[in-house]
């Protein structure tokens, strides 16, 4: 079901929720937090779906804040805020309301989204695209326990990387980082049967890769060794080398969802390894809140502070 709302307020969005709920006898139960998707409306589609699909292992209230550009004066001048309410089968395993704002309100989008919050549930704004500098300080960002951002967005990401270390908060998270997660598993798994000294270290893949610089820190805070990166064809992360005085440790992903490790002494086996859609690393993400002190250490090579 869906409801669209002209030139309307947060309270009249909250109403139509409600009557949207009843027409087909959904009460607002079993919804665990509010995601708050902030994009424009080139990439509102994708973020959505995504969204959707996370929703079913994770029911929510979704927003999704459109801050339309202000091509005229008119536009500029005037404050107006439209809204698409979808309930039901329209919005996965929750509720969704996208919003658009024009004018003033754009840039006073936490006065509209406060007041459709969960109450009592935890809050995260993920940004698909376009993230502010420091996330935390953000006017949406502080109402989130996390914030989720994506490098592979942006045009420089490694600078931008550089810049997300500098202003990192608890509750800051990066889909780059997210993405590295069956690597990061199979790396600790390999370590684990293999037993021994990590003398050097290397990761290929493609130039300004933001997983592979990430996955590179990480090895470099944990094994206390020297990472080297090494340019490749991709596509994103193809290989990492683990150097010990009995052999290397190497998973190898050239292309395709199969990788090969290879283990000092042991023949090569072949394991799943491929990039998962952004639906599964958001669902991923919505499954712990609190803040990833891995992410830190590699963002900024060492784990956060308490109360920080």
Known sequence: MKIDLTDTTASKINKALVEGRRAIGTPAVGMVLTMVIVTDEENAYDALKAA???SHEHPSRTLVVIKRHRRNLRERTTSR???????????????TVVLRTYGEVSDHADSVVLPLLLPDAPVVVWWPVEAPEAPAKDALGVLAQRRITDLYAVDNPLEVLDTRARTYAPGDTDLAWTRLTPWRSMLAAALD??????????????ADNPSAELLARWLEARLHVKVDRVVSDGPVVTAVRLGTDEGDIVIDRPEGPLATLTLPGQPPRTLALKVRPTSELIAEELR????????????TGEAPKENA
């Open 193 to 206: 049967q293999a037993r021994v000294k990590v003398t050097a270290a290397a990761v290929e893949a493609e």
């Open 52 to 54: 959707g699909e996370a």
């Open 288 to 299: 712990r809140l609190d803040a990833d002190e891995m992410y830190a250490i590699a963002l």
């Open 81 to 95: 805020l439209d809204a698409e309410v979808r309930v039901g089968s329209d919005a996965g395993a929750g509720e």
